[in-house]
Nanobody, 129 residues
């Protein structure tokens, strides 16, 4: 059974940085899949932040985070990271790690939440001004 364990959230002041982690377990080695980060603020829909074909080199970012957030991967540890810099109060949200099912070599819309089958429990990021 695939499980995603996301962590690393916290409270920071505007301009600060955080790195989120997402460890996947129960996955098939070398299986084709995308992994992504989503976030959901109170009263808002869950939105895609960043996504990557796991093991690939061309991540996709939401316009709102381009230049500030970076996806990193450690294939040996089945772990994905989200390095967040220049955090602003509008980045405050619950952040979720997600993974598609196997055999997903290409996603036309990698920030579309309906593409993802497995979800982490979420980690809270709070940015104060």
């Amino acid at each position: 059974q695939v499980r995603l364990m996301d962590s690393g959230g916290g409270s920071v002041q505007a301009g600060g940085s955080l790195t989120l982690s997402c460890e996947a377990s129960g996955i098939t080695k070398n299986s084709a899949a995308y992994m992504a980060w989503f976030r959901q603020a109170p009263g808002k829909e869950r939105e895609g932040v960043a996504a990557v074909y796991f093991g690939g080199t061309s991540p996709t970012y939401a316009d709102s985070v381009k230049g500030r957030f970076t996806i990193a991967q450690d294939e040996a540890k089945n772990t994905m990271y989200l390095q967040m810099t220049g955090l602003q109060p509008e980045d405050t949200a619950m952040y979720y790690c997600a993974r598609t099912g196997e055999g997903r070599w290409y996603l036309a819309t990698p920030l579309n939440r309906t593409e993802y089958k497995y979800w982490g429990q979420g980690t809270q990021v709070t940015v104060s001004s």
